[in-house]
């Protein structure tokens, strides 16, 4: 069994908790492996069980954009735009230089929130900043 086949092996135990940073690497191998694959609905499970981790196991703001970017592909585009806008909202903070850079993921997957799965019309928004 290829590491594929068990990272998307449905009655393999779940983490109920992540407890260890190894924990969260296993939950976290497995979003990316589900969004990858285009499973967005597993892959933004995932993605809330790591927000739901310790303090410190894991980068919150990269989740958040992740999980953004998984909701957008899966049409949640309202739930989309709240964790994109948590992470511009960071981004453009005094802690990180506050300036939202304009070749940032994070914006261009906002704007294809904002239309609603239109990728064309975000990117030709996005290319206007």
């Given at each position: 069994?290829?590491?594929l ?6 009655d ?13 690497e296993?939950?976290a ?8 694959k285009?499973?967005?609905?597993d892959?933004?499970?995932y ?14 703001y990269?989740?958040l954009?992740?999980?953004?970017m ?11 735009e709240?964790?994109l806008?948590?992470?511009l ?17 994070a ?9 609603k799965?239109d990728k ?10």
């Open positions: 069994m290829g590491i086949d068990r990272l998307f092996k449905k393999e135990k779940e983490l109920k908790e992540i407890a260890s940073i190894e924990d969260a296993t939950v191998k497995r979003a990316t492996a589900f969004h990858e285009g499973d967005y609905a892959a933004i499970k993605y809330t069980q790591l927000l739901n981790a310790p303090q410190g196991f894991v980068d919150r990269a989740v954009q992740e999980r953004g998984a909701f957008c592909e899966n049409g949640n585009f309202n739930e989309a709240r964790d806008e948590e992470v909202q960071v981004l453009g903070s005094d802690d990180y230089g506050g300036d939202i850079s304009k070749d940032s993921q914006m261009y997957w906002l704007m294809v929130a904002r239309h799965g064309k019309k975000a990117m030709d928004e996005f290319v206007k900043l």
